[in-house]
T-cell receptor
């Protein structure tokens, strides 16, 4: 079985500052890794995913994440945030070859002017 | 391309009542999922369909929850009878490769 830990439930940050949202996972088998964003009263939207290859993954809206196998981490970063980035962010994993996702508990990013 | 559609968007019921949710996946997507998202938590898989067959329902509380996907397209999720702890957002997703999520149905059980 897999599990995902998002270490921060809330991250306040000022506009134009850099941000890192942390994600660690546990699995006995190979996994795929994902970050999703959820705006209020909306469904989940895929930001980026790691399936294989380069450990640095670039996604939409200027976000990127780095897969670190030795530390079982997949932290999400953005060099300069905007007010519009205020949302809930979820890290998720799936077993390779299967698509059902196991999610972390989420991190609420609050961008302040 | 139309996204995943869900209805109703909101539902309020009394405990012990029954409720049903409907999902229309993206056209051509063979795989359909139902997730439960309790406030303050990440979504948790309830059931996964491949066409009209069940792939994984290990986390579905089968004494009260049921789901079907007749003809391998639309799906319904039913709760009978509802409990207070069933208050959550129920998300439907479909995939051919990447998962696409619907807006969810917010259920409040009083």
């Amino acid at each position: 079985a897999q599990s995902v830990t998002q270490l921060d439930s809330q991250v306040p940050v000022f506009e134009e500052a850099p941000v890192e949202l942390r994600c660690n996972y546990s699995s006995s088998v190979s996994v795929y890794l994902f970050w999703y964003v959820q705006y209020p009263n909306q469904g989940l939207q895929l930001l980026l995913k790691y399936l294989s290859g380069s450990t640095l993954v670039k996604g939409i809206n200027g976000f990127e994440a780095e897969f670190n196998k030795s530390q079982t981490s997949f932290h999400l970063r953005k060099p300069s945030v905007h007010i519009s980035d205020t949302a809930e962010y979820f890290c998720a994993v799936s077993r390779t070859g299967r698509r059902a996702l196991t999610f972390g508990s989420g991190t609420r990013l609050q961008v302040q002017p | 391309e139309a996204g995943v559609a869900q209805s109703p968007r909101y539902k309020i019921i009394e405990k012990r009542q029954s409720v049903a949710f409907w999902c229309n996946p993206i056209s051509g997507h063979a795989t359909l999922y139902w997730y439960q998202q309790i406030l303050g938590q990440g979504p948790k898989l309830l059931i996964q369909f491949q066409n009209n067959g069940v792939v994984d329902d290990s986390q579905l509380p089968k004494d009260r929850f049921s789901a079907e996907r007749l003809k391998g397209v639309d799906s319904t999720l039913k709760i009978q009878p509802a409990k207070l702890e069933d208050s959550a957002v129920y998300l439907c997703a479909s995939s051919s490769d990447e998962q696409f999520f619907g807006p969810g149905t917010r259920l409040t059980v009083l």
